[in-house]
């Protein structure tokens, strides 16, 4: 009796102190707001705590790359991840999330989806994109770029040469605490138009509501797809967290947040 007495407070001490492990979270910025709330929901659930590293994608996976301490990487894009499973330093990649690029406009700046080429085509036209290979966001944006070369001929070396890169790289000019990077580079004048995921309408609207969406014409949308691994080495938390992220609870909060949610068929 005293064995097993002994081996039940032993368990339940090693639960209690499992409990109180930090998880590692390296996530892609957009994904900010919908993580950090389904951080604080599943650490009400299991009482794990989370640590968020929130940046670019192509950034965070370097850093994993030269040994910082990961456990879960939820990523913009398919290949960064992928890039870390064929270096053996992670498990296989799902596809957890989706997004679509959009154009944000500065107030007073008259642009349709229909005139939307024109405008960004536009000498005077200040065209703003994130930093391509360092966040996927700008690749994203260059691939808008090389589908406009069928509806215009020549509009994708043109674009590509007057994009401003203002975000997501090394080098790049953060926005100050608490406000949104590309409502940021607007309203300071930066830049006229800015392509970016059509999630930040909801942070945007918040926080400016005279910045414009205006959807990318069908001839040049495209979608992004984001995706997630366990890092080798991670704890059984680490793989708890990832579970959360895929389970109903987590893609109903990406859902809220404006997100596509594959898992629950939407």
Do not use: W
């Not at 989370?50 to 192509?58: C, E, I, L, N």
């Not at 966001?137 to 770029?145: C, E, K, L, N, T």
């Not at 959360?244 to 947040?257: C, D, P, V």
Request: charged letters at 20%; aromatic letters at 6%; glycine letters at 10%.
């Amino acid at each position: 009796m005293r064995r097993l007495l002994v081996a039940g407070v032993v368990g339940l001490m090693a639960q209690a102190a499992a409990a109180q492990e930090t998880v590692l979270l390296h996530s892609a910025g957009s994904l900010k707001a919908a993580l950090t709330e389904m951080a604080q929901a599943f650490e009400a659930q299991t009482k794990i705590v989370v640590k968020p590293v929130f940046g670019a994608s192509g950034l965070l996976r370097e850093r994993i790359e030269k040994g910082e301490a990961a456990e879960v990487f939820t990523s913009a894009d398919l290949g960064n991840p992928q890039a870390l499973a064929r270096e053996g330093l992670g498990g296989p990649v799902v596809l957890f999330a989706r997004n679509e690029l959009c154009v944000f406009a500065r107030p007073g700046l008259s642009v349709t989806s229909e005139t939307l080429l024109e405008a960004m085509l536009d000498p005077m036209v200040k065209l703003g994109t994130s930093t391509p290979k360092a966040d996927p966001s700008g690749d994203y944006a260059f691939a808008v770029f090389a589908r406009a070369e069928a509806v215009k001929p020549g509009a994708k070396a043109a674009l590509e040469a007057k994009a401003l890169q203002l975000t997501g790289g090394p080098g790049s000019v953060p926005a100050p605490e608490g406000a949104n990077v590309y409502g940021h580079k607007l309203a300071s004048g930066a830049a006229d138009l800015f392509l970016a995921y059509c999630t930040n309408a909801q942070p945007l609207g918040q926080e400016q509501p005279d910045i414009r969406l205006v959807r990318l014409p069908p001839e040049l949308s495209v979608g992004a797809d984001y995706g997630l691994t366990v890092l080798n080495g991670a704890s059984p938390n680490g793989y708890k967290l990832a579970m959360f992220i895929l389970s109903r609870t987590g893609q109903e909060i990406l859902a809220k947040h404006g997100f596509a949610a594959p898992l629950l068929g939407r």
